[in-house]
Nanobody, 118 residues
């Protein structure tokens, strides 16, 4: 089994910064994609950012120029640096790891709350 442990969420004022971390453990395929999704109340879960093992990055348009994603492959850890936070970034942020081995396999973290408010 695979476990994802997230940390770094919290309350921050508009314009502030937060850094989320997600450490994966267990039987993880060596070539994978780790990423962050978020779900605001009443909305569907959406991809925020993802990064493959070899560094290919995806960022949703609404966070480009403000958020960045990085990872430490040796530690199976992914980070989300969030700058210039806006109230609309308020959501539960979920870590995800997935890979394709015959079929797609994915695991989710428990989620961490990010609240942007003055």
């Amino acid at each position: 089994q695979v476990q994802l442990v997230e940390s770094g969420g919290g309350l921050v004022q508009p314009g502030g910064s937060l850094r989320l971390s997600c450490a994966a453990s267990g039987s993880i395929f060596s070539r994978n994609t780790m990423g962050w999704y978020r779900q605001a109340p009443g909305k569907e879960r959406e991809l925020v950012a993802s990064m493959t093992t070899n560094g290919i990055t995806t960022l949703t348009d609404s966070v480009k120029g403000r958020f960045s994603i990085s990872r430490d492959n040796a530690k199976n850890t992914v980070y989300l640096q969030m700058n210039s936070l806006k109230p609309e970034d308020t959501a539960v942020y979920y870590c995800n790891v997935r890979w394709q081995y015959i079929s797609w396999i994915e695991y989710w973290g428990q989620g961490t709350q990010v609240t942007v408010s003055s």
